[in-house]
């Protein structure tokens, strides 16, 4: 069975005002019905084809998304939704804030918006099947991302060495 015919998405949340989740959510009432396309939101990553990401990425939960994205099986796409999650958006500068999603691991598809509609959050995730297709028949495999210990890194250090 193909894949763009029942994606199953995971949504993770990294440090975000929760403007983004809800609407993530609202795309699967009734109103406006993401499971019409097959999608599925389910809670664990090892059954996952897309991780919808939302908020930007502080040095606390780092390891986690590094963590969740590596129990991802391949092919995997990864979308990042709102504006914050594209580039850190209002907290992008913060002391903690290291940036966007693309700034720790690999990011396909871009939501923008501060908080974008559920018909674009949709949009995203159609726009992820045809590459979860190609990477699919291409054998594409993700990249696998380092975990750091559980030291703080300084900003401006590289969060992919090895730590």
Known sequence: MSLAKSPWIIHVNCNSCNGCDIEVVACLTPLYDAERFGVLNIGTPKQADIMVVTGAVNYKNVNVL??????????????????????????????????????????????????????????GIVACLPILEDKKKRKIKGKEVKLKGNEVPAPGDSLDTPG
């Open 66 to 123: 590094k963590n969740i994205y590596n129990q991802i099986p391949d092919p995997k796409v990864v979308l990042a939704v709102g504006a914050c999650a594209s580039t850190g958006g209002i907290f992008h500068g913060c002391y903690n804030v290291i940036g966007g999603v693309d700034q720790v691991i690999p990011v396909d598809v871009h939501v923008p918006g501060c908080t974008p509609r559920p018909e674009a959050i949709i949009d």
